[in-house]
């Protein structure tokens, strides 16, 4: 069994992915997740991968831990960090996975620290999966969340994403499998292509074991639209109590 990374900006489906393909598989590390409302098993990340994205985020010279919608992140800074960095700490976290093989990654923060990855895993030898959505159905996500932006500013920061995952697959000639969100809903087929690409034996057992414990009903424009202008307007007011 390869070891897997999941690439893909935030609000693609890759948490559902992840535990579908990881579930009694593959080490993510499982005991040290914390449960979120939603999953069973929080968003199937490795807490130890999330900690050493965010040191890679600020310590690379982006100067924050979190993706930033207001500010770009310089993908070349944090590819040539690999070589400045005190790496032992990201040695040990490679070794630990290797130890407990196979591993399985995800994080959105991996389309731009697998650029710094890649000086201590061999991106030949593990499977890539690329996970994407449509603009709008990541917007009306972001705002699910409370997360309030533009669609400008969200449009722009997917996009960016997305070409850093698709410059490196390009520039290291990497296979990848690719997968978009709506293709989560057909249960049997997506199934079967992750079995196919990664000569597995996944059960519809395993999908309705891990999806969501809380589907929302699909939303209707005007609904949406109501809740993200108030959104906006609490969000506007809280900054304007600030000054």
């Known amino acids: 069994m390869n070891n897997i990374v999941i690439l893909g900006p935030g609000r693609t489906g890759s948490s559902l992915l992840s535990g579908l393909i990881s579930k009694d598989r593959y080490y993510i590390n499982l005991e040290a997740i914390e449960t979120r409302d939603g ?24 100067g924050h831990h979190k993706i930033r ?16 960095c005190d790496a032992e700490k990201y040695r040990q976290f490679v070794e630990k996975c290797e130890q407990n093989s196979p591993w399985l990654w995800k994080d959105p923060r991996l389309c731009y620290t697998i650029y710094f990855w890649k000086s201590f895993i061999d991106l030949t030898s593990v499977k890539l999966i ?24 969200i449009y722009r920061k997917y ?13 290291e000639n990497l296979d990848v499998l690719r997968i978009h969100y709506d293709e989560l809903k057909n249960k049997e087929t997506l199934i079967q292509k992750l079995n196919s690409y990664l000569d597995l034996d996944i059960q519809m057992g395993d999908y309705d074991a891990i999806r969501r414990t809380k589907i929302s009903k699909k939303e209707s424009e005007l609904k949406f639209r109501i809740r993200y202008s108030i959104g906006v307007c609490k969000l506007k007011l809280q900054r304007w109590l600030k000054k």
């Open 130 to 153: 690329f996970i994407t959505r449509d603009h709008k159905q990541i917007f009306r996500s972001y705002t699910k969340y409370k997360v309030f932006f533009t669609k400008e500013d």
């Open 69 to 84: 919608f207001d500010r770009p992140v310089d993908i070349q800074k944090v590819e040539d960090w690999a070589g400045k």
């Open 159 to 171: 996009d960016e994403q997305v070409a850093a995952v698709e410059h490196l697959i390009k520039r």
């Open 39 to 62: 999953y069973p098993d929080g968003d199937y990340e490795n807490p130890d991968l999330v900690e050493l994205d965010k040191a890679i985020f600020f310590e690379s010279g982006y």
